[in-house]
């Protein structure tokens, strides 16, 4: 069980995580901070948090090939469907690990591929 994180360190992770992944902002709108801010009120974990954001970023990444570009993410609120998804059906303990490590195999082959260059933290 983790330890209770403040709200400062939550909204802090939380958008770090978000601005890492592919695709998304350089930096966080104040939407996105009041969002960060409204998830950690409601008490949803930044494991699940983290946990939407890379499953979410995920199945962008491993779409078809030959299906049209999606644009690019504009807002934390992407990822609302997929926060209340893991909200509603947790994941098991080790699921975190597995995304992460999927991500940054799915990034590193589409790298290689040429589809886009670098990945911060060489996700």
């Known amino acids: 069980m983790s330890q209770p994180i403040d709200s400062n360190s939550y909204l802090a992770a939380l958008i770090t995580l978000y601005l ?5 902002p350089m930096r966080a709108s104040l939407a ?3 969002l960060a801010r409204r998830l950690y009120k409601e008490g949803i974990s ?5 946990s939407a954001l890379l499953l979410g970023s995920l199945r962008r ?3 078809h090939q030959d299906a049209p570009p999606l ?5 934390l609120a992407y990822f609302l469907p997929v926060i209340d998804e893991l909200t509603a059906n947790p994941s098991p303990a080790n699921y975190l690990d597995y995304l992460r490590l999927k991500l940054q195999q799915v990034a590193k082959a589409k ?9 911060p933290d060489g996700r």
């Open 32 to 34: 996105d901070q009041a």
């Open 61 to 63: 990444l491993i779409r």
């Open 20 to 24: 890492e992944l592919p695709e998304t």
């Open 71 to 75: 644009s690019p993410i504009r807002s």
């Open 111 to 119: 790298s290689a591929a040429g589809h886009f260059s670098t990945l």
């Open 46 to 50: 930044l494991q699940t948090v983290e």
